[in-house]
């Protein structure tokens, strides 16, 4: 804080002597401040080009119409979207209340009055009418940059209000894409019940005719029905997260809950193999909150300026002209013109200390911003390092599970063959089947991770978040005056 202190008062002569000088605005111009981002993220395949895949709407890569329909249905019809693209207008609409004092304010005054109206000592009063009519002027004259610094502040909290917006868009199309592929993933559990279901009818029944027939125990019947009704029992609870998971995806299509078209089942083919992330760097242009938390930096280094401009005095200037007159229709004819010109000077001598406080506040709101700003960055860089890495071990792990799910399947055709040649008991079978079921719901949730880990990349990317209007474009601010 005293270290603070001192550069706060060390600057303020210097800047005041140069604003006056110059006609620039007190306080720091921004610039962005260094980051460490390193030349290529931990588990990347390749050596990648600074042109991303992800610049493209990552969802056409799985070639679903229905996906790209129900993407375009959330972007028009989410309240949140709707929301965020408000406050974006409003957030417009005070950048140009706070821009206008640039300009000279120009009004108006009347005034009508009767009464009684003393006109000197050796004169009686007299009553009568007393009319004023006049046109006014008032305009600051920004030296200091106060106005300008002010603007700069509500602009860049408008670019902020618009990365939020873009931030909506992302995590819009990101939960509508998981939420549909989470969908085909419980259908495809729902069906792999449901098939197992029936495997386990056919060993029961099989079970029951050798029972009949004196060749086998009551109790591999038994076993056989608990293994029947164990698979049984998950066809309801699926069908109760399919139904909920409808609803949540039909909130987020701006639908009342209810069913969702969709494709049959998981297609991995669309999945690309590898996905180029494009350089660390690009991150800082293209994810929304990287984005945004430098827009507040902006905003804070302008805030400084406002700070800063309050120690010196604003300078204004106002004209009055119009007439004034006892008849109305002689308010602007004959001697009555009344006219003004004023220039004003008004400065603070002292406030207690406030406004000091007041820049070292803002100096301080800005420092937070900034380490806001690199833990947003290392934050970013982390998920992009995450997103890269599960999607290449996903797919060794996908590999591994459909080797273990083809030798299940054999290794239930094998014994089903020696029980009913009597070379092995209905265990043997029974925990065949049993081993199967788990590994394919296991084989599917790969799947579906697979496709998510790709949702989860260009969603850490920032890509593919382009909404239907056109964004705001959000400049840097320039270094000079």
């Known amino acids: 804080m005293t270290g603070r202190g001192a550069r706060v008062r060390a600057s303020l002569g210097a800047l005041g002597l140069a604003a006056l000088a110059a006609g620039c605005a007190v306080g720091p111009d921004y610039q962005r401040p260094p980051t460490d981002t390193p030349t290529e993220y931990r588990d990347q395949m390749e050596a990648q080009e600074a042109a991303s895949f992800a610049d493209q709407p990552w969802w056409e890569v799985f070639n679903d119409a229905t996906l790209r329909d129900l993407i375009d249905e959330s ?18 609409h005070i950048v140009g209340v706070t821009r206008a004092p640039l300009f000279p304010s120009v009004g108006y005054e009347g005034s009508a009055a009767r009464g009684r109206f003393f006109t000197g000592p050796s004169f009686p009063s007299v009553t009568g009418n007393e009319f004023l009519g006049a046109f006014t002027l008032a305009w600051e004259i920004d030296v200091w940059g106060r106005i300008r610094r002010a603007t700069q502040e509500s602009e860049a909290q408008m670019y902020a209000t618009d990365d939020i917006k873009r931030g909506v868009v992302l995590s819009l199309v990101s939960n509508v894409a998981s939420a549909y592929f989470t969908l085909q993933e419980l259908d495809l559990e729902l069906e792999i019940s449901t098939r197992t279901v029936a495997s386990f009818e056919d060993t029961e029944q099989l079970f029951m005719r050798r029972f009949t027939g004196g060749v086998d125990s009551k109790l591999s019947v038994e076993r056989a029905k608990a293994a029947r009704a164990q698979a049984a029992a998950a066809v309801p609870s699926l069908q109760r997260q399919i139904a909920i998971e409808e609803n949540a995806l039909s909130v987020l299509l701006g639908r009342t809950p209810g069913p969702i078209t969709r494709q049959p089942l998981l297609t991995m083919n669309s999945v690309p193999p590898q996905t180029p992330p494009g350089l660390p760097s690009q991150l800082l242009e293209r994810r929304p909150d990287i984005l945004q938390a430098e827009q507040t930096m902006a905003a804070q280094s302008a805030a400084i300026g406002v700070a800063t401009a309050n120690f010196f005095p604003r300078i204004g200037l106002t004209t009055l002209y119009g007439g004034q007159s006892s008849d109305l229709e002689k308010v602007f004819q004959g001697p009555g ?13 002292f406030q207690g200390g406030a406004l000091i406080e007041n820049l070292r506040a803002s100096d301080a709101q800005f420092d937070a911003a900034v380490q806001q700003y690199q833990q947003t960055v290392l934050t970013a860089l982390g998920e992009v390092s995450n997103a890269l890495i599960s999607q290449r071990r996903l797919e060794e792990e996908r590999v591994e599970q459909q080797q273990q799910v083809d030798a299940l399947r054999e290794s239930v055709r094998l014994a089903t063959l020696r029980y009913v040649g009597g070379l092995s008991t209905y265990y043997e079978v029974l925990e065949a089947q049993q081993q199967l079921f788990p590994a394919e719901l296991s084989l599917a949730e790969t799947d579906l991770n697979r496709l998510l880990a790709v949702v989860d990349l260009y969603r850490s990317l920032g890509g593919g978040w382009q909404a239907n209007d056109a964004p705001v474009d959000a400049p840097f601010w320039p270094t000079g005056p």
Request: charge should be positive.
């Open 337 to 349: 013109s009344v006219w003004q010109i004023a220039g004003s000077l008004m400065g603070p001598l």
């Open 75 to 92: 972007l028009k019809n989410s309240y949140d979207l709707k929301t965020a693209a408000a406050r974006v207008e409003q957030a417009q």
